[in-house]
């Protein structure tokens, strides 16, 4: 009954606005979709930065502890490279007694 009424340009421009609709009902779709997944990879990327930090910090505490323990080694090893001279000065005099004593 309205066919007859319209003419063929209203009836193609009607069937245009609802492809044109159909096709905007999708890219909303697609655009919800990609703002959800947009907030997962957010909330993934903080939990993985929040990780990192953590690993940051133990990395930084366990640098600090090796840098520790090598300055208490370089002490050792200087107050043992000082013991060496301190034997050495034992065994000379201990040598040293023993020819004035055998003598």
Not at 5 to 22: A, K, R, T
Not at 40 to 45: D, F, H, L, S
Not at 49 to 65: K, M, N, P, Q, V
Request: with cysteine; aromatic share 8%; charged share 25%.
């Amino acid at each position: 009954m309205y066919a007859s009424i319209l003419n063929p340009w209203q009836i193609q421009g009607w069937q245009i606005q609802e492809e044109q609709d159909e096709g905007l009902d999708v890219l909303a779709s697609v655009i919800s979709r990609q703002r959800q997944m947009a907030g997962a990879i957010g909330a993934e990327i903080e939990e993985q930065s929040a990780l990192i930090d953590d690993i940051s910090d133990l990395a930084e505490r366990g640098a600090a502890r090796i840098e520790h323990q090598t300055r208490q080694v370089r002490r050792v090893d200087r107050k043992e490279s000082g013991t060496c001279w301190y034997w050495v000065v034992i065994i000379a005099l201990m040598i040293a007694i023993v020819v004035i004593f055998l003598w």
